[in-house]
């Protein structure tokens, strides 16, 4: 039986909830993820632990063990800029092809207030899920980074 946590600004996870999310992401999202530090600035934005337009975090589980997370952040922003970005979405590596991303995918889709935006390298394969629920490529992101 899945069951479904959203986390927010009203509704924040205890200290071992956030730490076992983190840890989650870190381990599932793999060669696609970012180091744990990034990973918390995004789950803090999220909660509006820091300074932020806030958002929410998806955790599903599976025999009380998490199965899939996605965290949205708010922009801040509309039209030229959705109003939201999809940081990041992970199913567990052992439960992959239940559909478990799917259902969060949708679920982020219903619950986010405007449009969404995510980040994908072409050769992820999760890139043909987010074309099945109605993402497509509009632009090629650039980044320049400054050094400190």
Same mark, same amino acid.
């Given at each position: 039986?899945?069951?479904?946590?959203?986390?927010?600004?009203?509704?924040?996870?205890?200290?071992? &909830?956030?730490?076992?999310?983190?840890?989650?992401?870190?381990?599932?999202?793999?060669?696609?993820?970012?180091?744990?530090?990034?990973?918390?600035?995004?789950?803090?934005?999220?909660?509006?632990?820091?300074?932020?337009?806030?958002?929410?975090?998806?955790?599903?589980?599976?025999?009380?063990?998490?199965?899939?997370?996605?965290?949205?952040?708010?922009?801040?922003?509309?039209?030229?800029?959705?109003?939201?970005?999809?940081?990041?979405?992970?199913?567990?590596?052992?439960?992959?092809?239940?559909?478990?991303?799917?259902?969060?995918?949708?679920?982020?889709?219903?619950?986010a207030?405007?449009?969404?935006?995510?980040?994908? &390298?072409?050769?992820?394969?999760?890139?043909?899920?987010y074309?099945?629920?109605?993402?497509?490529?509009?632009?090629?992101e650039?980044?320049?980074?400054?050094?400190?």
């Amino acid at each position: 039986m899945v069951e479904t946590k959203v986390f927010n600004t009203k509704n924040k996870p205890n200290l071992e &909830e956030k730490s076992n999310l983190i840890n989650f992401l870190f381990d599932n999202l793999q060669e696609y993820g970012d180091p744990k530090p990034d990973i918390e600035k995004a789950v803090a934005y999220a909660l509006k632990e820091s300074v932020s337009f806030g958002g929410f975090i998806l955790v599903s589980y599976l025999h009380d063990e998490i199965s899939g997370a996605v965290v949205v952040n708010q922009t801040g922003m509309k039209d030229y800029i959705p109003e939201n970005i999809l940081v990041y979405i992970a199913t567990h590596k052992n439960h992959r092809g239940k559909g478990i991303g799917k259902a969060l995918m949708q679920k982020a889709i219903d619950s986010a207030e405007g449009s969404i935006a995510l980040h994908v &390298e072409p050769e992820n394969p999760a890139r043909f899920l987010y074309e099945k629920v109605g993402f497509s490529s509009k632009y090629i992101e650039m980044r320049y980074k400054k050094e400190k």
